[in-house]
């Protein structure tokens, strides 16, 4: 753990929340004074998980920086080589445990699957690995190198109110597949969908612990589907819920993964933290927001977009899209 000196200028989020409440103003001020001011000095830059091991970095870290007004901000990165985002949220959840006199959860390590990194839906061919990971992908990632400046790390605060009303609008005409209803998560990532003009695939990351065989939901390590569907589909609500309820990890059939989108370099990635609740606590403190880090997709050569949580009223979407176009639905939905 790094305590981290508070730069002499810097406003603390606190005098930032009273102003709000003083105000009567909404969680805009608190947004945007996160993720333009503190996220970044605390946060720092992350590095590759391949420059992590070789520079021997630290695979997880903690920083800690405190405003002096009963204010403090704290960050905590892991390594992907450590595992995925759940994984993250186990630890974090372990560590809550500890502080708080709690037993904490179990965390299975040796899994056998856990040095496979990454978990390919079952009905994938062949020719359809390569299509999403080999030399198409690749050559679309190369051509997207050369845009690579064009890509700006953009943030959008979400009402979760605004959401809940949606997804009734929703629920009244139609349901996901086994009778699921809509999800927040599904109309989040509809209007990603409707914005994105530079992607013609998302492959979104799904987490298969308690859904694979072999794969409890203890598990630590990078277990998830990366599943491919089409983002003129996923305009709809609806097929997001189908998408992601089906058995077999996939949005299209065997064989049927197409060519053009990868070699042309329009295949994105939308990553979910809007279902893990899981917080660090500590004995008489409160947690007022939290925020993912910006660095790690600003020098990807490809569109990605992560919905995390930001408050107990809101969402937050980070996006790193080289080309964006109107979308209804988020117009609706944003805070």
């Keep these: 753990v790094t305590l981290v000196d508070l730069p002499s200028d810097m406003v603390s989020p606190g005098d930032v929340v009273q102003e709000a409440w003083a105000e009567e103003a909404t969680a805009k001020d608190l947004f945007k004074h996160v993720h333009?001011?503190?996220?970044?000095?605390?946060?720092?830059?992350?590095?590759?998980?391949?420059?992590?091991?070789?520079?021997?970095?630290?695979?997880?870290?903690a920083k800690l920086m405190e405003f002096g007004d009963g204010v403090a901000a704290y960050s905590i990165k892991m390594s992907h080589a450590i595992g995925d985002g759940t994984t993250f949220f186990q630890i974090i959840s372990q560590i809550s445990s500890f502080m708080n006199g709690r037993e904490p959860s179990r965390i299975d390590w040796a899994n056998p699957l856990k040095p496979t990194h990454e978990i390919y839906p079952e009905n994938f061919s062949e020719r359809d690995y390569q299509r999403?990971?080999?030399?198409?992908?690749?050559?679309?990632?190369?051509?997207?190198?050369?845009?690579?400046?064009?890509?700006?790390?953009?943030?959008?605060?979400?009402?979760?109110?605004?959401?809940?009303?949606?997804?009734?609008?929703?629920?009244?005409?139609?349901?996901?597949?086994?009778?699921?209803?809509?999800?927040a998560n599904d109309?989040?990532?509809?209007?990603?969908?409707?914005?994105?003009?530079?992607?013609?695939i998302f492959a979104f990351d799904r987490n298969v612990r308690g859904i694979k065989p072999g794969v409890s939901k203890s598990s630590a390590g990078n277990f998830f589907w990366e599943i491919p569907f089409s983002t003129h589909q996923g305009k709809n609500p609806s097929m997001i819920r189908k998408i992601l309820t089906g058995g077999a990890g996939s949005y299209f059939a065997t064989n049927d993964v197409p060519l053009m989108p990868s070699l042309s370099g329009r295949v994105g990635r939308i990553t979910s933290l809007a279902s893990i609740a899981h917080q660090t606590s500590f004995p008489g403190a409160k947690v007022v927001c939290q925020f993912p880090s910006a660095s790690f997709i600003k020098d990807l050569p490809l569109d990605v977009a992560v919905i995390f949580r930001f408050d107990k009223d809101h969402w937050g979407i980070m996006h790193n899209f080289r080309k964006t176009n109107p979308s209804p639905l988020l117009d609706e939905i944003i805070a």
Aim: aromatic share 10%; net charge positive.
């Design 187 to 200: 109309i989040i990532m509809s209007s990603l969908c409707e914005m994105c003009g530079s992607s013609d």
């Design 132 to 183: 999403s990971y080999g030399l198409p992908f690749g050559w679309g990632l190369f051509k997207n190198i050369r845009t690579l400046n064009k890509r700006k790390c953009k943030y959008l605060l979400l009402s979760k109110g605004k959401i809940a009303r949606k997804k009734k609008e929703f629920q009244s005409t139609s349901t996901g597949s086994n009778g699921e209803v809509i999800s």
């Design 36 to 61: 333009q001011n503190v996220a970044p000095y605390l946060l720092g830059k992350t590095s590759f998980s391949a420059n992590q091991i070789e520079e021997g970095s630290p695979l997880f870290e």
